[in-house]
């Protein structure tokens, strides 16, 4: 059970926007900053987009982030194909006093 | 560039140890935090462990707590995590990060697997 919550899978066809959502409480989420990370399959994971809504190096404008209250969102909006990646949100708890992730998003492009 | 590189993975029985390494470059080391996560096989990432940029503070994942150890030498550009009393559920690939704070885990390495069976 993670301590951030994000829907398993989402799915789209190209050029369609999609969100992947990621609940937490007021310890994290609320309370801190909210980076999310992006995952090919059998590759290492990487900062997407930082707490600033600062892309990394080589993402592409279509990605973007955002918070509100004790949520946070990814939004890509124009989806492309070489977007089909596992998503993690991840978040600071001051309750736990340790970084806590989201479960992943496997995002499918139709 | 930045680059971290992990080693140190491998078989291990359930009890055994190993030490992990991860050798930094292109960076200042000495100046960061850094941490360790870990993804089990079809499972998502769990962060472990942290260590201050001087060493002088650590902090470890109810999970792991009193089985890891994480360390660094910064002559070295080399953080360690010392895991023993290996169970199958700590069977991973091992992760680590520079950790920027807000900012999140900006650079990772590319993983060194632990499987650990009997």
């Known amino acids: 059970q993670s301590a951030l919550t994000q829907p398993p899978s989402t799915s789209g066809t190209p050029g369609q926007r999609v969100t992947i959502s990621c609940s937490g409480t007021?310890?994290?989420?609320?309370?801190?900053?909210v980076n999310w990370y992006q995952q090919f399959p059998g590759a290492a994971p990487r900062r997407l987009i930082n707490?600033?809504?600062q892309r990394s190096s080589g993402v592409p404008d279509r990605f973007s982030g955002s918070k509100s209250g004790t949520s946070a969102s990814l939004a890509i909006s124009g989806l492309q194909s070489e977007d089909e990646a596992d998503y993690y949100c991840a978040a600071w708890d001051d309750s736990l006093n340790n970084w806590v992730f989201g479960g992943g998003t496997m995002v499918t492009v139709l | 560039q930045v680059q971290l590189v992990e080693s140190g993975g491998g078989l291990v029985w359930p009890g055994g140890s190993l030490r992990l390494s991860c050798a930094a470059s292109g960076f200042t080391f000495r100046d960061y935090y850094m941490s360790w996560i870990r993804q089990a096989p079809g499972k998502g990432l769990e962060w472990i462990s942290y260590?201050?940029?001087?060493?002088?503070?650590?902090k470890h994942a109810d999970s792991v707590r009193g089985r890891f150890t994480i360390s660094r030498d910064n002559a070295r550009n080399t953080v360690y995590l010392q895991i023993s009393g290996l169970r199958a559920e700590d069977t991973a690939v091992y992760y680590c990060?520079?950790?920027?704070?807000?900012?999140?885990?900006?650079?990772w390495g590319q993983g060194t697997p632990v499987t650990v069976s009997s």
């Open positions: 990060a520079r950790e920027l704070g807000d900012l999140g885990f900006d650079n």
């Open positions: 007021s310890s994290n989420i609320g309370s801190n900053a």
């Open positions: 707490s600033k809504n």
């Open positions: 260590i201050t940029s001087s060493g002088d503070y650590t």
